[in-house]
């Protein structure tokens, strides 16, 4: 196809677009993402306050400039192919056989954006309004999902799914960025097209992980140190969920188990008293304190607190459903921009799954603080060393195996995925007002929870209040109830 070639795409839309025909190579961690879907929501009010009266968003421009906006991004126009030795995948961006975005409408009857307000956004009052099948299920297999859904107010709720393989929280943010931005110049262009000019230091910048991760220094025959004793420790802790044979659950087994979910809250106050308490090093125990001198930890964080409050609250329900399971787990995303030399502006999926298991007796004898600590020094390790070697063990078929047989829900396991940032709001202004809500439709893999701001940049000195998405068996969610720990800082909202 030429440069500039006018195409219609399956949703009906024309688009003018100049792909040129590329390839991205992807790593062992992006293959590992397998079909899951990145899921934001949000919520434009579109009732205009001055006139008090209903106004219709511009829903056909939104999807045009949906169009224009992915230009800047091949990556999510291609469709995943095996690597030529049939070990590995990659995306390949044929500028014939574009991957279009699935776009699809729908009404959600008579409720209103006030409505699902009064109600906390609950999952179950707009669910089915903002359902879609997951990308992978999709007859084009396409990169990117939209579902814009009209509510009788006049608002508007936008429902996005974007591949894993191709793009993590941030890149994801990057490309909501772009297109809000490309949005508001078309429509001062007055309906014709214009291609976004960005500055260079704005630019998106989508590379070959393959590359970059060659880059890297190949770790040592004899790795030393943290990075060793770390990966020794997973490669323990993987055997012995095998040897307990947690692994052999297939998808209907697991389906047995009763999820909920639910969504808390966690205020301003509470984080202030949970650092306060929490936060100083000093608060250690002093059979802790060790650890801490021994590994050079200097700080704790706000997330390495939080995740220890919901980590160990977890833990001490599984402890109570299953004491003959000794261990618990917890997997944290982490971004590797920085770490592995990746410039901030990288657009593709640079989030890296550092696993950390600890034994439940250990957990439920530490404080908050010692947790912290814990969970802080794994962070700490995070270094090019060890995403080399963790990125070699992720290819093996076996490792990657016994990585999966941790999410058995009978296992102790709690994965975090942390996304802060409250700038969102502003990174998603079409020009029609910023949103009144962002959400993300919680993963319904075992323990998974995802951390959601509610409030934008300017209402949070009136209602400064973060709100935590999370999928939990109901048994394990019964017994955080009653956590007087967990309580004592964690709210529910539903």
Same mark, same amino acid.
């Given at each position: 196809?030429?440069?500039?070639?006018?195409?219609?795409?399956?949703?009906?839309?024309?688009?003018?677009?100049?792909?040129?025909?590329?390839?991205?190579?992807?790593?062992?961690?992006?293959?590992?993402?397998?079909?899951?879907?990145?899921?934001?929501?949000?919520?434009?009010?579109?009732?205009?306050?001055?006139?008090?009266?209903?106004?219709?968003?511009?829903?056909?421009?939104?999807?045009?400039? @949906?169009?224009?906006?992915?230009?800047?991004? *091949?990556?999510? %126009?291609? &469709?995943? /192919?095996?690597? +030529?030795?049939?070990?590995?995948?990659?995306?390949?961006?044929?500028?014939?056989?574009?991957?279009?975005?699935?776009?699809?409408?729908?009404?959600?009857?008579?409720?209103?954006?006030?409505?699902?307000?009064?109600?906390?956004?609950?999952?179950?009052?707009?669910?089915?309004?903002?359902?879609?099948?997951?990308?992978?299920?999709?007859?084009?297999?396409?990169?990117?999902?939209?579902?814009?859904?009209?509510?009788?107010?006049?608002?508007?709720?936008?429902?996005?799914?974007?591949?894993?393989?191709?793009?993590?929280?941030?890149?994801?943010?990057?490309?909501?960025?772009?297109?809000?931005?490309?949005?508001?110049?078309?429509?001062?262009?007055?309906?014709?097209?214009?291609? @976004?000019?960005?500055?260079?230091?704005?630019? *998106?910048?989508? %590379?070959? &992980?393959? /590359?970059?991760? +060659?880059?890297?220094?190949?770790?040592?025959?004899?790795?030393?140190?943290?990075?060793?004793?770390?990966?020794?420790?997973?490669?323990?802790?993987?055997?012995?969920?095998?040897?307990?044979?947690?692994?052999?659950?297939?998808?209907?087994?697991?389906?047995?188990?009763?999820?909920?979910?639910?969504?808390?809250?966690?205020?301003?106050?509470?984080?202030?008293?949970?650092?306060?308490?929490?936060?100083?090093?000093?608060?250690?125990?002093?059979?802790?304190?060790?650890?801490?001198?021994?590994?050079?930890?200097?700080?704790?964080?706000?997330?390495?607190?939080?995740?220890?409050?919901?980590?160990?609250?977890?833990?001490?329900?599984?402890?109570?459903?299953?004491?003959?399971?000794?261990?618990?787990?917890?997997?944290?995303?982490?971004?590797?921009?920085? &770490?592995?030399?990746?410039?901030?502006?990288?657009?593709?999926?640079?989030?890296?799954?550092?696993?950390?298991?600890?034994?439940?007796?250990?957990?439920?004898?530490?404080?908050?603080?010692?947790?912290?600590?814990?969970?802080?020094?794994?962070?700490?390790?995070?270094?090019?060393?060890?995403?080399?070697?963790?990125?070699?063990?992720?290819?093996?078929?076996?490792?990657?195996?016994?990585?999966?047989?941790?999410?058995?829900?009978?296992?102790?396991?709690?994965?975090?995925?942390?996304?802060?940032?409250?700038?969102?709001?502003?990174?998603?202004?079409?020009?029609?007002?910023?949103?009144?809500?962002?959400?993300?439709?919680?993963?319904?893999?075992?323990?998974?929870?995802?951390?959601?701001?509610?409030?934008?940049?300017?209402?949070?000195?009136?209602?400064?209040?973060?709100?935590?998405?999370?999928?939990?068996?109901?048994?394990?969610?019964?017994?955080?109830?009653?956590?007087?720990?967990?309580?004592?800082?964690?709210?529910?909202?539903?």
């Amino acid at each position: 196809m030429k440069p500039g070639r006018r195409t219609r795409s399956a949703h009906g839309l024309s688009a003018s677009l100049s792909v040129p025909a590329q390839e991205f190579e992807l790593p062992s961690i992006d293959s590992a993402q397998g079909n899951a879907d990145l899921n934001f929501v949000f919520f434009f009010a579109g009732a205009s306050k001055r006139h008090h009266k209903k106004r219709r968003l511009p829903i056909g421009q939104l999807k045009a400039s @949906l169009m224009s906006a992915i230009e800047q991004f *091949p990556i999510m %126009l291609g &469709r995943a /192919a095996a690597t +030529s030795d049939d070990r590995g995948l990659k995306i390949v961006v044929d500028p014939n056989d574009i991957n279009w975005p699935d776009i699809t409408e729908a009404s959600a009857g008579n409720m209103t954006i006030a409505s699902l307000q009064r109600n906390g956004f609950a999952w179950s009052r707009w669910s089915q309004a903002a359902h879609t099948a997951d990308l992978a299920q999709r007859p084009s297999n396409p990169m990117v999902g939209v579902h814009i859904v009209k509510y009788a107010c006049g608002g508007i709720s936008v429902h996005t799914k974007i591949r894993h393989l191709v793009v993590d929280g941030s890149g994801a943010w990057r490309f909501y960025q772009t297109w809000a931005q490309t949005f508001q110049a078309e429509r001062k262009q007055s309906g014709s097209r214009r291609t @976004l000019v960005y500055l260079q230091d704005n630019a *998106p910048q989508l %590379l070959s &992980r393959s /590359a970059m991760f +060659s880059a890297l220094a190949s770790p040592p025959s004899a790795i030393q140190g943290a990075v060793a004793e770390h990966i020794n420790q997973m490669s323990q802790y993987f055997d012995s969920v095998l040897e307990r044979q947690l692994h052999v659950a297939s998808k209907d087994h697991m389906e047995t188990f009763a999820y909920s979910v639910r969504k808390f809250s966690l205020t301003h106050e509470a984080v202030t008293r949970l650092k306060a308490r929490h936060g100083d090093l000093a608060l250690c125990s002093p059979e802790h304190r060790q650890f801490v001198s021994a590994h050079n930890i200097g700080f704790v964080s706000t997330n390495d607190l939080i995740c220890s409050v919901f980590w160990r609250a977890i833990t001490r329900a599984h402890h109570a459903l299953n004491a003959n399971d000794p261990e618990t787990c917890m997997m944290l995303a982490c971004d590797m921009r920085s &770490r592995i030399g990746l410039p901030p502006k990288y657009t593709g999926n640079a989030s890296f799954p550092l696993i950390m298991n600890m034994d439940k007796g250990q957990i439920m004898r530490q404080t908050i603080t010692d947790t912290a600590t814990w969970i802080r020094r794994q962070i700490n390790i995070l270094s090019p060393e060890y995403v080399k070697q963790m990125s070699t063990v992720m290819a093996s078929p076996e490792d990657m195996q016994r990585l999966i047989s941790i999410f058995h829900p009978s296992n102790s396991f709690f994965s975090a995925s942390i996304i802060s940032g409250f700038p969102m709001f502003d990174m998603v202004d079409f020009g029609f007002g910023k949103p009144v809500h962002i959400d993300v439709p919680p993963y319904l893999t075992p323990g998974f929870s995802i951390w959601m701001p509610t409030r934008s940049t300017a209402q949070l000195a009136k209602t400064p209040t973060t709100s935590i998405d999370i999928a939990l068996r109901e048994d394990v969610y019964q017994l955080m109830l009653s956590d007087a720990e967990f309580g004592e800082y964690l709210e529910v909202v539903y």
